[in-house]
């Protein structure tokens, strides 16, 4: 982290930088230089590709950020992984009252009218974005549910081995010593019991 004591003028906001590079042959000077230039108070980096989860500097960079502080990058591409992280992580500014700028991409910068409707326009594409995982996870579910399995997972307890567990506690075996004979844990030949009982009262 490198720190350059300054402010922009006139706003009162406090910029923070965030610059990054894929690898270490690469520099952060041009990003850092940039950054400070345009008045950030503390540049936060990664040596980390696009593609990387782990971004520690990125971290300490979003737990640093206050409501009214403005987070700027050189490039937009600098911050996100892919364009749903990207998304997350300006909707998360967004909630927070976090302004963003992008040094280099000059419709970016909430600051300004068309950079704020750019933050809505951000905002309502993570609202998209949430739907159709619901939608997905639901249909995931629904399918599953129909092919007999639950959360689209195979069943510890197959219908094969429920009906011969049902055979052995006819024949006076206890829960414990049918599900020790299909060879599945208790508590999971008592949930498929359970969900078959439930199935039949249902039909």
Request: net charge positive; aromatic share 4%.
């Amino acid at each position: 982290m490198r720190k350059a004591h300054t402010k922009e003028p006139g706003t009162g906001s406090t910029l923070i930088g965030y610059a990054r590079v894929s690898t270490p042959e690469q520099r952060l000077d041009m990003q850092t230089e940039a950054l400070e230039a345009a008045g950030c108070q503390c540049v936060f980096t990664d040596v980390a590709s696009g593609a990387k989860a782990d971004r520690p500097g990125l971290d300490k960079a979003l737990a640093y950020l206050r409501e009214g502080d403005t987070l700027v990058v050189w490039k937009i591409d600098r911050l996100g992984r892919s364009v749903s992280h990207l998304v997350q992580i300006i909707e998360g500014l967004r909630e927070r009252g976090v302004a963003f700028r992008s040094l280099n991409d000059a419709a970016l910068d909430t600051t300004t009218p068309n950079g704020r409707l750019m933050f809505n326009l951000f905002a309502i594409l993570a609202d998209f974005e949430r739907e159709l995982i619901r939608e997905r996870t639901k249909a995931g579910l629904a399918s599953a549910r129909a092919r007999g399995r639950s959360g689209g997972r195979r069943p510890v307890v197959t219908a094969a081995k429920l009906e011969r567990a049902n055979k052995l506690m006819g024949q006076g075996l206890t829960v414990r010593e049918a599900a020790a004979a299909i060879k599945v844990g208790k508590t999971a030949l008592y949930a498929a019991l359970r969900e078959n009982a439930e199935q039949t009262s249902e039909d």
